[in-house]
């Protein structure tokens, strides 16, 4: 099988680490049998200030008709407004329909210590997220108001990939690879205590989808958001699988990700109707760039993810144990994490391990 991938680097760090995550493709075992080719394309701020458009047509033409999937490294947002930029991730995940944002935080394994390991699925399409607001006046003074969005489809579909992910890491920890979990859980997130129509529809289609059949080994429960914050805090070795509309979804992710110490180490998936795009949490990171320092782990957890929702599993599961080994063995380190180790040393061990 050969997989077409756009590489969009976009600003800072995204060039230095995004051409990790290709060397990481083209050095999986030839016994797996998959073929890359890549596509390099443009995104960000700094294509802003040369074309005019921080997302070009071309770049979503090119996408569209001629890749598999993609990895997106990060863009620069300036601080104040600039006319006629805004986000170009924002704009892919409409624009390509990928419906889902999916987080896995996982810490590293280590004697003693609590270990985390849990996937966050995030509605990416709807929610509050719709921007529809509007601020009228009053005797009173100025009111403001927004539209959350809860739609049966898009609840739907979100519950079902979370469902799916559930049975995909109990199938890779039935491989034999160790894990903190039993069986497989998924906790639906929601405040329908107080938003019964909307929070209430989005919680009783989660459940009516992981009810179906497929589901039936697949734990599933539920928590009120703010109590699933604390929870979280509290016992975040608990949870495996974390479903939830948009907003609540955003919050929790970037919440989870403070609990493994780098923003270094945290991957990320927009998953749309067979395809992916891979994509590191992090920013663009100015403080370090053009250094070399800048931890790779992220973007090769975020390429085996995009490997993953390609179906490519053995090809991600072999980037996962590759990363683990380097964090637990610990010694070449990047300087996030405590090390000293440049990106390329991080990237040659891994790829060594590979
Ligand atoms: P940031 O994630 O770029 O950096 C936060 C801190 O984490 C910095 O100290 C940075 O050095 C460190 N860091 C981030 N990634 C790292 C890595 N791979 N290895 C080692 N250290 C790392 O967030 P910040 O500083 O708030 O934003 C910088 C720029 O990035 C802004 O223009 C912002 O708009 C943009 N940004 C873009 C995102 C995206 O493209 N998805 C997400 C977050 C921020
Ligand atoms: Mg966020």
Excluded: W
């Amino acid at each position: 099988r050969t997989l077409r991938i756009g590489l969009i680097p976009g600003d800072g760090i995204g060039k230095e680490v995004i051409p990790a995550g290709r060397r990481l493709l083209e050095a999986l075992p030839a016994s797996l049998g998959l073929k890359f080719e890549f596509v390099n394309l443009r995104a960000g701020f700094e294509t802003f200030e040369q074309t005019g458009a921080a997302l070009p047509d071309e770049t979503i033409s090119v996408l569209k008709s001629d890749c598999d999937g993609a990895l997106f490294g990060a863009v620069s947002s300036p601080s104040t407004a600039v006319k006629g930029y805004s986000s170009p991730i924002v704009a892919l995940r409409k624009k390509l329909d990928l419906y889902a944002n999916v987080r896995p935080v996982k810490s590293v394994r280590s004697p003693g210590a609590k270990q985390i390991d849990m996937v966050i699925v995030r509605e990416n399409t709807e929610d509050l997220y719709v921007k529809e607001e509007k601020t009228y006046d009053t005797p009173e003074g100025k009111v403001a108001e927004a539209i959350k969005r809860i739609s049966q489809r898009a609840s739907s579909r979100i519950a079902t990939m979370a469902g799916e992910i559930a049975l995909r890491r109990q199938k890779i920890r039935a491989a034999g690879s160790p894990s903190i979990h039993t069986g497989p859980l998924v906790t639906i997130t929601h405040k329908s205590n107080v938003l019964s129509q909307t929070d209430g529809l989005f919680r009783s289609t989660a459940r009516e989808a992981l009810a179906a059949g497929r589901f039936s080994s697949v734990t599933v429960e539920e928590q009120i958001v703010d109590s699933m914050v604390y929870k979280l805090f509290r016992q975040p070795e608990a949870y495996d699988v974390i479903v939830a509309p948009n907003l609540y979804g955003d919050i929790l992710s970037d919440g989870a990700a403070a609990l493994v110490g780098s923003l270094g180490l945290v991957p990320s998936a927009n998953v749309g109707e067979g395809f992916a795009i891979g994509e590191p949490c992090h920013g663009s990171a100015p403080d370090i760039m053009g250094q070399g320092i800048a931890n790779p782990i992220a973007t090769l957890r975020s390429t085996a993810l995009m490997l993953e929702f390609l179906n490519e599993e053995e090809a991600a599961a072999l980037v996962y144990a590759a990363v683990d080994a380097n964090l637990e063995e610990g010694k070449l380190l990047s300087p996030d994490l405590g090390g000293t180790a440049k990106t390329e040393e991080v990237v040659q061990d891994i790829l060594r391990r590979l």
